[in-house]
């Protein structure tokens, strides 16, 4: 299918904002960039984007405006900069923010006659334009249909639903499960470590493939929480806190348990609330209570 291509202006330079204007000129867009310092446009107007020095000027030029700033605070000056004529523009905002804030910037934004998406990005600058990396958006499902095929010269586009916190509100469950991941991986490693074993090996022969296995599991724990029913398949949660074998050794080693003790806490009460012959997947009934 051959991509349309289309005036696109980026207001923000920063590594992502870089990143991001790179991938659009890849894909043959006209590519029109603003950044609040000026020099840091020289490498992708030397790939053929045009630097402008006011907002105004970059919002002219283009159909589409992608906003990657630092702080989602900062947007509201770049809307109300003198002579940005905001009306029929689609504004694709990938700062990082609550879903409060997206869902307060969509009014504004078409308070100004434009249309508004919001976006999380699911990647490092390096993996833009890769496939690995994805973006998910919320929003204005006609604005997102009608540039989809722009969109995904970032990454793999996936588009939510209208609401705008959609966006950022996924964005955020996916990196608390991704620190939970680094939390499990830092314990693991101490644990290893404090008994003197090269912490790579033991990732790559021993934890890699656990953490493999155990994430196969993860839709079936998926819809126990969907169903509320958390009858056991074998594993009760009265059995996996009858000793806390995790922190009696990390103890002994030296090591602090302060990673695992508030998961083992959260499995106790569940346990004290009358449901040790359940599965894990409980502890999100303490979590958001409802
Ligand atoms: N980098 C990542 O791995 C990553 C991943 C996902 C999402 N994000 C999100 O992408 C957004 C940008 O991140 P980044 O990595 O590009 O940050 P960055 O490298 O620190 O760049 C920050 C950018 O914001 C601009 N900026 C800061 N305050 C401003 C203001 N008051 N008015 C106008 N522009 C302002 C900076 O302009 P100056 O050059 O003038 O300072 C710069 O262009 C953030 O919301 C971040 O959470 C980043």
């Known amino acids: 299918m051959t991509t349309v291509k ?4 980026v207001l923000g330079l920063g590594s992502m904002g870089t990143a991001l204007a790179g991938a659009l000129l890849a894909a043959g867009h006209q590519v029109t960039v603003w950044n609040r310092t000026p020099g840091k446009a020289e490498g992708l107007v030397a790939r053929g984007a045009r630097s402008v020095d006011s907002v105004a000027e970059a919002v002219a030029a283009a159909e589409v405006v992608i906003v990657c700033i630092l702080d989602y605070g900062d947007i509201g000056p770049l809307l109300e900069q003198p002579g940005a004529a905001w009306q029929g523009r689609v504004v694709v905002n990938v700062t990082n923010g609550s879903p409060e804030e997206a869902r307060a910037m969509a009014q504004r934004v078409t308070a100004l006659g434009a249309a508004y998406l919001d976006g999380g990005i699911m990647a490092v600058p390096a993996l833009i334009g890769g496939p690995q990396a994805f973006v998910l958006y919320s929003g204005s499902r006609e604005a997102f249909e009608a540039h989809r095929d722009l969109l995904d010269a970032f990454a793999r586009s996936v588009y939510l639903g209208e609401d705008p916190g959609l966006a950022p509100l996924n964005d955020l469950a996916l990196l608390s499960a991704m620190y939970g991941m680094f939390g499990g991986f830092a314990h693991a490693a101490a644990l290893v470590r404090s008994a003197g074993g ?27 929480v969907d169903a509320g029913d958390y009858a056991t398949t074998g594993s009760p949660l009265a059995m996996q806190v009858a000793h806390d074998a995790i922190g009696d050794v990390s103890r002994a080693q030296g090591v602090s348990p ?18 040790g012959s359940e599965d894990f997947a409980g502890v999100v009934e303490l979590l958001d209570p409802r």
């Open 258 to 275: 302060e990673l695992f003790a508030p998961v083992l806490a959260l499995m106790r009460r569940r346990v004290a609330d009358g449901h």
């Open 198 to 224: 090269p912490v790579a090996e033991f990732t790559t022969t021993l934890l890699l493939p656990w953490l493999q296995a155990m994430a196969g599991g993860l839709p079936a724990m998926a819809a126990q």
């Open 6 to 9: 289309k005036s696109v202006a």
